[in-house]
């Protein structure tokens, strides 16, 4: 407990009526997701900086319905986005749902207020299907890097995972079942998924592995599949690829093939989503192959337009 020591960096109110880190421990550490534990505790501690700065000598336990929503003031005079707003609250929402299960408190304080009505939308852009074949065609699989790349960037077109289950990926997450070789992993919200391996990513993976082997690269349960080729800080080549080397990926080889805007490694998500809508797949097992649970976030994905022969006008 004692890296729990510091948890808001600072006291608010010396005679708090709860052992304070040892609650912020247990609801932080409660979430699988290192994701959401950071974002979790960005937004808390947030939230107890304006509280020692707005009401000195005051705890958690004190907050009512009015600090709530003279916290929501200050993030919008803050230019917070509304989106962010309500996120931070969610945040809040479901630490005080928490201190009530600790029947450390009896209502919500959160729970009354309101959040803004957003209409649910993901701003990134995604690729035809020529474009994802182009853009796969442009790499260069003679160099290490290359074969990298090819096999990073054929799995997320082909699983529509996210850039954390691709890059924590480690050799303990393959298998095989029914035949098929899969990859294991969590996904948001700790779901547990199997899916199968195209062939085409089976045939850049173990090219890519086999010029991990020639390199002398540990290849043991624990170790990263994917990790640098090189590193000029440390030399460690170890560990996960970060989302910026990710998305330095796509975007070298989306300009190569003349793609600009707002292209990220989630672009690949996006892709695959409309990929599959487009051949007519249930939005249903579309939004349970990518993992989401709630199908309109699997909607808000999907940057195509219903093609003319597919409206349901026709079938009436």
């Known amino acids: 407990m004692s890296s729990v020591q510091n948890f808001s960096g600072f006291e608010i109110g010396k005679f708090?009526?709860?052992?304070?880190?040892?609650?912020y421990y247990g609801f932080i550490h409660n979430f699988s997701s290192r994701h959401t534990r950071d974002a979790y505790t960005r937004d808390l501690r947030k939230f107890l900086l304006f509280l020692k700065e707005r009401f000195r000598m005051f705890n958690e336990l004190k907050v009512e319905h009015s600090h709530a929503v003279a916290f929501k003031d200050h993030l919008l005079k803050e230019n917070y986005s509304q989106r962010s707003v309500n996120r931070t609250l969610a945040t809040l929402w479901s630490f005080y749902d928490y201190l009530m299960d600790m029947n450390l408190l009896e209502k919500n304080p959160i729970a009354r207020v309101k959040r803004f009505r957003?209409?649910?939308e993901v701003k990134t852009q995604d690729l035809t299907d020529e474009q994802v074949v182009d853009l796969l065609n442009a790499i260069d699989t003679q160099t290490g890097p290359g074969k990298l790349h090819k096999a990073i960037l054929h799995l997320f077109f082909t699983t529509g995972m996210r850039h954390r289950e691709v890059s924590e990926l480690k050799f303990k997450n393959?298998?095989?079942e029914n035949g098929f070789t899969v990859v294991r992993y969590k996904a948001k919200g700790a779901q547990e998924m199997v899916t199968p391996m195209n062939p085409?990513?089976?045939a850049a993976l173990g090219d890519y592995l086999r010029w991990c082997?020639?390199?002398?690269y540990s290849m043991r349960p624990e170790d990263y599949i994917f990790r640098p080729t090189r590193n000029a800080l440390d030399g460690n080549l170890n560990k996960a690829l970060d989302p910026k080397s990710l998305n330095y990926i796509i975007k070298r080889y989306a300009k190569k093939i003349g793609v600009t805007g707002n292209i990220t490694i989630h672009s690949a998500r996006?892709?695959?989503?409309?990929?599959?809508?487009?051949k007519g797949h249930p939005l249903e097992r579309v939004a349970d192959f990518v993992g989401h649970k709630d199908i309109s976030m699997t909607k808000a994905y999907n940057k195509r337009r219903l093609k003319i022969h597919q409206s349901l006008s026709l079938d009436l």
Do not use: H, P, S, Y
């Open 213 to 216: 082997e020639a390199q002398n």
């Open 270 to 278: 996006a892709t695959v989503i409309g990929m599959l809508l487009d």
């Open 200 to 202: 085409k990513v089976e």
């Open 174 to 176: 393959l298998g095989e």
């Open 16 to 23: 708090a009526e709860f052992d304070r880190n040892k609650i």
């Open 118 to 120: 957003i209409a649910k």
